[in-house]
């Protein structure tokens, strides 16, 4: 098979690499995300057959791209999801995570907020409808006399949350974990400063009898309801222990509500969560019901990364046209990733002759020190390249002296030119962004090795004399939190090939100075599993 064709000239070489695209590397921007989606990926079927309701993930995995799935397309036609996406955006909700509130309150607040939801959308969507009509009347007149129901006479439902005063009574043992006693004190009526103010205290049981009516009316008309919450990782002051209170206070009403209705399909909550986030509340043991979330984290292969790619740039006509159009549908992701970047496979340990595929090898780059393989920087990878390619060949069409091959289309320069940028700008986006204290260990780490045979080389790189101290324990543990460095059996700290260029590392072995292969040993490591 010729790829590209005898026939094919510079000017539609240039074409073809202006219309290809890898898609959007963050799912928000995405504006064509059910055709570039692939549903096939595991996390997301067990999703669609309700057995998950905590997604977890590293960033840039897809946890986004699955909620902008289940919240913008009709799944099922018996489900409706209600997109709850960085609820604590909203000033009026951020106020009431940014105090010393107990993680009692915080949790009795969720479920209040999940109870509000779907009572208000059961109301409007079955007013007046038989045969529930009687019952959805009397869960409004309960929603009002909340304080719950939305109006635009009376004090929105997160101003209402917030004027609650602190959680009421003592904690009580109550049948599956249930804290009976927890209470939210509303004072009333505040639309009315001049009238004397009434104490109502609204107990625990009282939300969950709420949300069991809606989902008793929800049944009768055989419908579902699934509340999706994203975007956390922007809600609370990063590793503060005010994000650590409200998360497990989140996670706990999840268990709550699902218990409160009996484990029963007509109420999910689902959350997307970073898997960072997650360890960091529920490491110090706070959190001891963590094996009770029907949890499961993303996770991609060298497979299903590749297939990614491939189905994003089968969306191209130009491309599909000049490359896949005579090939069978099995052999079309082998054969884009052929058509479009050269070979830059690596030598596999240990295995004379071996060689990785160049889609493993960028998988492998393109990864941060949580050796997680990540979409959203392949995608970015590819992309860059492909801006590249683009400038040099308009250019060279230019200049009169274009002679690019039709096979492949990017040159292994331009990926390396791409691979450079890819780095600079995670490193500055996730970095120096997320975790400052970081960035300024970089700066120790800037022209040193790419790898530390031992912990203690890599404290000395650093300036930290004592191993054991506090000091050291926090570096390595903010370096390795933020993907900067990688660990590996042994004892092993590596700088991953994404990060060498932001902090300009020489790719070599603290120590030996022996010269590094392309995919360092660690990254070998990785490429074995």
Partial sequence: MIL????????????????????????????????????????????????VDVITGGKGTGKSAIYRMITETRVF??????????????????????GDDSEERLRSIWVVYFASLIGNFVVETYDG????????????????????????????????IRRAKSVEGGVTGGAGGFELGMSLKFDLPEEEPSASTQ???????????????????????????????????????????AERRALRGLMRAVLDCSQALQFLPTVRVKVFLRTDLFSRFSEDGA?????????????????????LIAHRLMGSAEFYRWYLSDVSPQDRTRAS????????????????????????????????????????NLISLINLALFRARENQRRALSMGRANRNTHPLIGSGE??????????????????????????????????PGEYPSKGELLQRLGIEDDDSTEAREALSVLLLSGLLGSKAGGRYYV?????????????????GGPSEEVNDAENDLLGM
């Fill in 337 to 376: 990733w052929e058509a479009l970047l050269p070979d830059l496979g690596t030598k596999k340990p240990g295995r004379r002759g071996d060689r990785y595929s160049t889609s493993q090898t960028l998988c492998i780059w393109s990864a941060d020190g949580s050796s997680l393989y990540n979409p959203r």
């Fill in 496 to 512: 991953p090939r994404l990060y060498r260029s932001a902090v300009f590392t020489t790719g070599r072995k603290a120590r030996t």
């Fill in 77 to 98: 036609e018996d489900l409706h999801v209600l997109a709850a996406s960085n609820p604590t955006g909203s000033p009026e909700f951020r106020a009431l995570f940014t």
């Fill in 415 to 448: 990926v390396q030119a791409a691979m450079g940028e890819l780095g600079r700008r995670r490193f500055q986006d996730t970095v120096t962004n997320e975790f400052p204290s970081a960035s300024a260990l970089a700066e120790r780490l800037r022209g040193g």
């Fill in 129 to 160: 409808v038989p045969p529930t009509a009687r019952a959805v009347d009397e869960l409004r007149e309960i929603l009002e006399l909340m304080g719950l129901r939305k109006s635009d006479q009376k004090p929105s439902l997160l101003d209402r």
């Fill in 4 to 51: 590209g064709g005898p026939s094919m000239q510079q000017s539609d070489i240039l074409e073809v690499l202006e219309s290809a695209s890898a898609g959007a590397e963050v799912a928000e921007h995405e504006l064509e995300l059910p055709r570039v989606f692939i549903d096939d990926i595991e996390i997301y079927r067990r999703l669609l057959n309700d057995e």
């Fill in 287 to 307: 959190f001891t019901n963590a094996t009770h979330l029907r949890r499961n984290d993303i996770s991609w292969t060298f497979n299903s990364m590749a297939d």
């Fill in 199 to 241: 104490a109502v205290v609204l107990n625990y049981p009282d939300f969950f009898g709420l949300l069991q009516r809606s989902a008793e009316v929800l049944s009768a008309h055989d419908f579902r309801v699934w509340i999706a919450i994203d975007r956390l990782d922007e809600c609370f002051t990063r590793n503060s222990e």
